[in-house]
Each structure stands twice: as C-alpha cells, then as structure tokens.
C-alpha cells in the first residue's frame, strides 16, 4: 500500500501537466472559435466602413464563394468515387475468384459422385463381404469413410463458396448503384459550376468595367489595402492571446530555404511600383494556370479563410512569433480557421478571385505585421527565385 502512494505521488505532477495542458487545449481551440467568429463580424464592418461594396462586388463575392463551394463538393464526390470505384474493382476480383473456385469445387463434386454411382451401395457390401481378413475389412471401411467424408468436406466448401459469391454479388450490386449516384452527382456539380463561373465572368466584366469608367482603380487599390491592415492588424491583436504554433523548426530559422507556394513565374515582385507608380506591391504575384495547387510554404495554424474584397478568397496563416503568410486571389480554400497545416500541404487552389483579370497568386510574408520580401525567404521549386 505505501509504495502505490510512494507512485501515486511521483506520477502526480505528470498527471497534472497532461491535465493542464488538455486544458489548455481546449482553451486554445475557444479561442480559435471565437476569434474566427469576431474576424467575421469584423469583415463585415471592413466592407461597411472601408468604402460601400457595389453591387456588382456583392455579385461577384456571391458567385466566387459559390464556385469555392462547389469545388470543395466535388473534390469531396472525386474522392469518394475513388474509394467507391476501388471497392467495385476489388469485389469485381472477388466475384472472379470466387466463380473460378465455384467451378473447381463443382468440377470435384461431380467426380466424387460419379466415382460412389460407379462403386454403388451393393458393390460397397460385396467387397466387405469377399473379406475375410478382419484387418482388411477394417481398410476398406477406413477407405470408405475417408471417401465419404472428402466428399461431405467438399460439398460443405461448396456451399460456403456459393455464400460468399452471393454476399460479394450483393455488395457489388449495392456499390454499383452508389457509383452511379456519385457519378450523377458530380455531373451535377460541375454542371453547377460551369454555370457559375460564366456568371462570375460576366459580373468581372461589369466590375472592369465600371471601374473603368468612374475612374476608380487607385481608390479601389487604396481601400482594399486598408481593409487588408486592419484584418491583419486585427489578427495581430487577437492572436496574441494564443499560443505560438509548436514546430521542429521555427519560422524564423528558415530564410531562404522555403519553397514558393505555387509554381509559376513572378510577374510582380515585392517593392514594384504599381498604379502608376502611386502604390507598391507589399507581396508577390506568381502567374500559375487555374486550378493549380497552391502549397503551405511552413508549418502553422489558418488564422483566416474567407473572401476578402480586392483579395478575393484569402487564406492567412500564423507561423507563431509574429511570422504570418497571406495567399490571395485563390479560386478554391481547401482549409478553415482553425486548421493546423504542414509546409508543402496543399492549402488551395490557384484562381483569379477578387476581381483579377488573369489567374495567379498573390503572396505575402509579414513579420510583426510589417511586409517582407518573400524571395528573401522562398525560393522556386527549379532554381532560386532571382
């Protein structure tokens, strides 16, 4: 009794550390709700107070987080076609197998009946009968058991064979009718999307031009970037009261060995005069094809994933100690607040959100809050970023 106190004790104060930090956890996961619900409300009093949204933005967010949807659907359908497809390849084996087994077993079933028909009951007794050596009878009647209980073995198998071959039958009937249910599913889903993105193409031309027309691009330019400090500034604020991201490697150890998110050539880089020369770029923007995968260049935790005016769908992700990376423009976000992701974890997919007129990534790394050089700490994925 004493040495199970003596333990009791000694293991107490690593009970309670895994105590606290369960729930420190749990405070930590509170939290990441809580501020995913303030940063909401605080998106939406961006939109009020930086510059009344158009009409014609309202569309265009509508149609671009409809188009996110819809992609984050049907990658869901795809996968689970997959999975489905595999489970029809792979009971469609089963059921050969289990047919070409059928028709051995059967194939020995018929020898063994021909073989008792020809030996018949009455020969059976003739031969014991003609024996008059006890240790003969004793043989043949051995022989005769063995033969029939190969032949009660083989019938059993048999029957067990047609079990399995009506269970298999059954369930790839069963997966068949979900893969077609899938299969309708997904052609309506990017039936949907098609649909969708030739509407989002026609509210981007009225975007363009309407912002042609007023004369507004600067303006439209100055508010976007406003809007996108505040949230940051917000972040900043908010993420203070957060643990950092526990990493092998932290971020700030990593200058020059990251790779960019998304393959592609820089067409804007950090520091270029833009609008005239009245701006600069605070990030990069990578030109990269549609739907190409954009990649968590490090470790962290998504702190933001939403559409975001002038940015489209932006995705934020803190990297503890003040590091954060921005991704924006995206035409898909496949992680929500909240979300631990790796480095080289796809994270998105590469669109032409927020009112861009040709498809690339636009990508930021703050320190503090403060913009920094990106190719100061990524390179490409061929050779370093010049």
């Not at 047919?99 to 009455?122: F, H, P």
């Not at 042609?212 to 600067?218: E, I, N, Q, V």
């Not at 900043?236 to 790779?259: V, W």
């Not at 990376?325 to 992680?335: E, K, V």
Request: charged share 25%; proline share 2%.
């Amino acid at each position: 009794m004493q040495n199970l106190i003596i333990l009791f004790l000694a293991l107490l104060p690593v009970i309670s550390a895994q105590a606290e930090q369960s729930v420190s956890q749990v405070e930590i996961e509170a939290r990441l709700k809580a501020l995913e619900k303030e940063i909401s409300n605080y998106k939406e009093t961006l939109d009020s107070t930086q510059g009344q949204k158009s009409e014609i933005e309202a569309t265009l967010e509508r149609n671009e987080q409809g188009i996110n949807k819809l992609i984050n659907e049907i990658d869901t359908i795809e996968k689970e076609l997959d999975t489905t497809n595999d489970k029809v390849s792979s009971l469609t084996e089963k059921q050969k197998e289990l047919l070409t087994v059928k028709s051995e077993q059967q194939y020995y079933i018929e020898q063994q009946v021909r073989a008792a028909y020809e030996i018949g009951s009455q020969e059976y007794l003739k031969v014991l009968l003609n024996q008059e050596d006890p240790n003969e009878i004793a043989r043949m009647l051995t022989y005769y058991d063995y033969f029939n209980q190969a032949r009660s073995r083989q019938i059993e198998s048999y029957n067990l064979t047609l079990l399995d071959l009506d269970r298999v039958t059954q369930e790839l009937a069963e997966e068949t009718v979900v893969l077609e249910s899938q299969r309708r599913a997904l052609g309506a889903q990017q039936k949907s999307l098609t649909s969708v993105q030739k509407e989002k193409q026609m509210t981007l031309k009225a975007l363009i031009s309407q912002i042609s027309t007023t004369g507004s691009a600067l303006l439209k330019l100055e508010q976007d970037r406003g809007r996108l400090e505040q949230l940051l500034d917000k972040l900043e604020e908010s993420l203070a009261n957060l643990d950092a991201p526990r990493s092998a490697q932290p971020f700030a150890g990593m200058q020059g060995k990251l790779l960019l998110p998304v393959e592609g050539r820089i067409s804007h880089r950090f520091g270029n005069q833009r609008n005239q020369g009245k701006l600069r770029w605070h990030g990069i923007f990578i030109n990269a094809a549609e739907g190409e995968s954009v990649y968590a260049v490090h470790y962290g935790r998504v702190v933001f994933s939403d559409w975001l005016r002038g940015f489209g769908l932006l995705m934020i992700i803190s990297h503890g100690e003040g590091y954060m990376s921005l991704y924006g423009h995206n035409q898909a976000l496949f992680r929500e607040t909240g979300d631990w992701v790796s480095a080289g974890e796809v994270i998105a997919a590469v669109g032409d959100s927020g009112g861009q007129d040709k498809t690339g990534l636009y990508f930021e790394i703050r320190i503090d809050g403060k913009p920094n050089n990106p190719q100061n700490w990524c390179v490409t994925r061929e050779q370093r970023a010049a």
